[in-house]
């Protein structure tokens, strides 16, 4: 069952730009995860956050989870062309046993 | 290195013709999960395991069939591939499905059923 919905399905930014995602889920989680996944390869994992936790950093990704709204954005600053990929948020559903992935945000950084 | 391996990377095959792509990890990671990923539909579970001989059906597991007969390997078959089941496919693993536990994905499997 799908739980994260990504929000936008496709964004286009110039290098030196911040990039935001957002993603929205409909039920309770224990911790929500992003991964990255580079054209037609596996995905890696970015960053997570837990539920108790309201902003993250690492490197120059932020991660910030408003559970009242069950929402999450993540910010990649000064973007790269290297950062062109796709961005999958994931939820631990309190309660299942799976992570589930939402669609993606495809991410295009121009030189 | 620590890895999660899948095979083969590209397979073509013709309907009906069984198949096994093959995945293995080298990490002792306890849970195992295959997915399949097809345009504006995301990444969709087929299968997990939590451990050996322990496998249970994700949200797409009609068509497909799982072992776990050891810790490292997590083949999935495809008895009879029908064309709908063109598709990305993804093995990945994880230490355990304790909340919080982050997965490790193979490269993939580009399947084409004619």
């Known amino acids: 069952s799908q739980q994260g919905e990504e929000d936008p399905q496709a964004l286009s930014i110039q290098e030196g730009e911040n990039a935001t995602m957002n993603c929205s889920y409909k039920t309770s989680i224990n911790n929500l995860q992003w991964y990255r996944q580079n054209s037609g390869r596996g995905l890696v994992h970015l960053i997570l956050?837990?539920?108790?936790?309201r902003e993250k950093h690492s490197g120059r990704l932020r991660v910030t989870l408003d559970t009242s709204k069950k929402s999450s954005s993540l910010l990649i600053t000064a973007s790269r062309a290297a950062d062109t990929a796709s961005y999958f948020c994931a939820t631990d559903d309190a309660g299942y046993s799976t992570l589930t992935f939402g669609k993606g945000t495809m991410l295009l950084v121009s030189p | 290195e620590a890895q999660v391996t899948q095979n083969p990377r590209y397979l073509i095959t013709v309907t009906g013709k069984k198949l096994t792509v093959t995945c293995s990890q080298n990490m002792n990671h306890e849970y195992m999960s295959w997915y399949r990923q097809d345009p504006g539909l995301g990444l969709r579970q087929i299968y997990y395991?939590?451990?050996?001989?322990?496998?249970d059906k994700g949200d797409v597991p009609e068509g497909y069939k799982v072992s776990r007969k050891e810790k490292r390997n997590f083949p999935l078959i495809l008895e009879s591939p029908s064309p709908n089941q063109t598709s990305l496919y993804f093995c990945?693993?994880?230490?355990?499905?304790?909340?919080?536990?982050?997965?490790?994905f193979g490269s993939g499997t580009q399947l084409s059923v004619l």
């Open positions: 990945a693993s994880s230490l355990s499905r304790g909340a919080g536990e982050k997965l490790f």
């Open positions: 395991s939590m451990n050996v001989e322990v496998t």
């Open positions: 956050i837990r539920s108790n936790e």
